[in-house]
């Protein structure tokens, strides 16, 4: 009897599951997978701020898998609403269950501003933007385009988020955006995060360096600040320290939960090493998990680690299912292109599981990186969008060698 694989999310890490799957050195026979996911509709997250700066229109950001890319796979639109461990299923919003044999969750994260008093009446309002799906970021962009000058507050509302770097990455698009306009003069622009410094599981050094370059930028950046409530009359931001700020225009990270839960609420708690939750059979991987590296700080919610969880667990999978007699660990080894406007980017990379630190630094931004960051969406894209019938020597399984590597450094990432 064949055993069943199902996938509950087809983002990133749902995706790149079955591409490690089908990339296996293991033959995989007899083995039926399903994957479940809302609407099969995607993105890279380094994509909305593009959006927001006004480069791509938000209909060109979603990545749809096609039926040829998702060939041999059982898809299934829907939601998954629970897991039962014990009985092995999962519930989707009609009622129904779905059995599985293993099971991998993929759901990702959602985005919640009600957690934040004040933050709803302040979007509704027009006086408060997020550039966290592509929607909002189109509205983002509208609203920056219009602003003619005053306070620009960035603010990161809560920990953890998408994209440790997008914060910050967004604040110089937005200023590169107000230069553009003839705006950038008359407006003051702020960062507000909780955080130590920015980048904090990137080691003691890109944050310092990240800072310097927003400075350089007139980009104030303001640590260890913790909203308590947005005042969407007054157009203030209240801190938990008592201490408060005014805007007129506020862009905002908005506050993370995890898309589906897993015994308890929050974020699914795995083994770092196989990518397994403390249910038998149960694996989780991308944004829904929470893992933390060896020296302490959260992993970040970014999408290499989605992608490197994914190869862990896959071949984990495999071998519980009985396909393989071989094992796979997480690899912290990753990296993150930071856009820093006029079409230049800097890049971070280095294992994030080194000891004492990762000690990660940043490169200078240079056009040469922003371009490899498109070229690593356009590979991504074509990996899933593209019609696999009738095109010669390409397939699911040989379209992209290696996805957890950057173009440029991957012969410093490899072991």
């Known amino acids: 009897m064949s055993k069943k694989l199902v996938i509950v999310g087809a983002g990133i890490g749902g995706l790149s599951v079955i591409n490690e799957i089908r990339r296996s050195a293991t033959p995989v026979t007899d083995l039926d997978i399903t994957i479940i996911d809302e609407d099969f509709s995607h993105f890279l997250g380094f994509t909305l701020p593009w959006v927001m700066r006004g480069w791509r229109d938000e209909d060109s950001i979603p990545i749809r898998p096609t039926a040829e890319a998702l060939s041999g796979i059982t898809t299934i639109t829907a939601r998954v609403t629970g897991v039962d461990p014990d009985a092995k299923t999962v519930t989707l919003a009609d009622n129904s269950e779905i059995g599985y044999d293993a ?24 006086s408060a933007v997020h550039y966290y799906a592509t929607a909002a970021a189109a509205s983002a962009h509208r609203a920056l385009s219009a602003f003619a000058g005053g ?116 974020w699914i708690a795995v083994d770092s090493v196989t990518m397994q939750t403390p249910y038998s059979g149960i694996w989780a991987v991308g944004d829904i998990t929470a893992i933390t590296c060896p020296w302490g700080k959260p992993l970040p919610k970014a999408a290499i680690f989605a992608k490197n969880g994914a190869a862990a667990a896959a071949t984990n999978v495999l071998n519980y299912l009985g396909q393989t007699d071989d094992s796979a660990t997480l690899s912290g080894r990753g990296y993150c292109y930071i856009d820093t406007g006029a079409r230049h980017s800097a890049m971070g990379s280095g294992d994030f599981f080194a000891l004492p630190d990762p000690g990660i630094h940043l490169t200078p931004p240079s056009g040469e990186l922003h371009h490899d960051k498109h070229d690593e969406e356009r590979d991504w894209r074509a990996m899933w969008e593209r019609r696999w019938a009738g095109v010669t020597g390409i397939t699911p399984t040989s379209a992209w060698p290696d996805p957890c590597r950057p173009r440029r450094l991957r012969h410093r990432l490899d072991p």
Not at 114 to 119: D, K
């Open 151 to 266: 306070k620009l507050v960035f603010l990161i509302t809560s920990q953890p988020y998408r994209c440790p770097v997008a914060p910050y990455e967004g604040a110089l698009l937005a200023a590169d955006l107000l230069r553009e306009k003839g705006t950038r003069a008359a407006t003051q622009v702020a960062i507000y995060t909780p955080e130590q410094q920015p980048m904090p599981s990137a080691g003691p050094y890109a944050g310092p360096e990240l800072v310097r370059l927003l400075n350089r930028e007139g980009i104030d950046v303001y640590c260890e600040q913790t909203v308590e409530r947005i005042d969407p009359d007054g157009r203030t931001i209240h801190f938990q320290d008592g201490q408060s700020v005014d805007f007129d225009l506020l862009v905002f990270i908005p506050p993370h939960q995890p898309a589906i839960t897993l015994g308890q609420p929050g």
């Open 103 to 126: 099971l991998v969750l993929a759901a990702g994260s959602r985005i919640a501003i009600e957690m934040i008093p004040g933050l709803p009446e302040a979007v509704d309002s027009g």
